[in-house]
């Protein structure tokens, strides 16, 4: 008579003890990776868990809440966010159909225009500080030759602060994402182009059909990142500005320096957390479309 023998359970089965199953590649890649996650624990999940652990006090809140350049560095940073991005954008799209064409005098002006974006941003940004200088600037000292009156205080008035801080940012930033869309430009073929030429199209329909449907993904992407990326730019407004006058046109990004001069670690930890709901929605936007 035959037998069928059934196979042990596996909570029966006796277990080969950790250090035998790990295998010497598996072993030297623990090695290896160590030092890259003590690195990653020590300068960005540390700094990041204890900004969180100063910020966790509900009365920082109220009292950022209750002050009055918090409103107003929240609204000037919308405004930096929806003038300054749609601008550049729109603006480095049209410069990318410029930049595109293959003639000597435009590549070497593509030299030059790419020099605010490859230089520092601390003596460029302080160069146009001191040009709007209203004592020995030289944006002033040219109105007084030519009219013979004095200039304004550029930089005196809150509106116009912010207005040249948006302009500063979109000249500094704008060479990089004219530089990316012009690698949009080229991966279209020409033969789309070429077809278009006989069947008579204009410039504007060639864009219209043609260039748009091509680069729309990578615009909209784009976009999104210079959201991100325009959400941390301190340079452009403290550099320029320094918040002032009288605080009026600080950004989020910046604020949390004032409360930090102030002794208000709390307060600037507070800042930076509030800008989270619009940076989280930006990042799982982004992820998600980069993901297709």
């Not at 800042?271 to 990042?283: D, H, N, Q």
């Amino acid at each position: 008579m035959a037998t069928i023998t059934y196979p042990a359970p596996a909570d029966t089965l006796p277990r080969r003890p950790w250090s035998a199953r790990l295998t010497t590649p598996q072993v030297w890649g623990i090695v290896m990776l160590a030092p890259y996650l003590l690195v990653f624990a020590a300068f960005v999940v540390y700094p990041i868990g204890y900004g969180l652990w100063l910020a966790r006090h509900p009365a920082s809140y109220v009292a950022l809440y209750n002050d009055p350049v918090f409103a107003r560095a929240v609204v000037n940073t919308l405004i930096f966010l929806i003038v300054g991005i749609n601008l550049k954008m729109l603006v480095a799209l049209f410069l990318s159909g410029f930049f595109v064409q293959s003639r000597t005098w435009i590549r070497w002006l593509s030299v030059l225009f790419i020099l605010p974006w490859a230089v520092p941003s601390i003596p460029t940004i302080l160069s146009v500080r001191f040009m709007f200088n209203p004592e020995w600037g030289v944006i002033n000292n040219l109105i007084f030759k030519f009219t013979g009156e004095d200039g304004p205080n550029w930089l005196n008035d809150p509106a116009m602060g912010l207005t040249l801080a948006i302009l500063v940012h979109i000249w500094k930033s704008l060479p990089f994402w004219t530089l990316i869309l012009m690698t949009g430009r080229l991966a279209i073929s020409t033969d789309m182009f070429e077809a278009a030429d006989v069947d008579g199209a204009s410039w504007w329909q060639k864009f219209r059909f043609i260039t748009w449907p091509s680069m729309q993904t990578l615009y909209l992407t784009c976009t999104l990142l210079s959201m991100i990326w325009t959400l941390g730019d301190f340079n452009s407004v403290y550099l320029l500005t320094g918040g002032g006058p009288a605080d009026l046109t600080h950004v989020l990004s910046t604020l949390g320096i004032r409360y930090l001069r102030l002794d208000q670690l709390d307060m600037s930890m507070a800042s930076i957390v509030c800008a989270m709901p619009l940076v989280l929605p930006l990042v799982y936007f982004m992820m998600k479309r980069l993901s297709r």
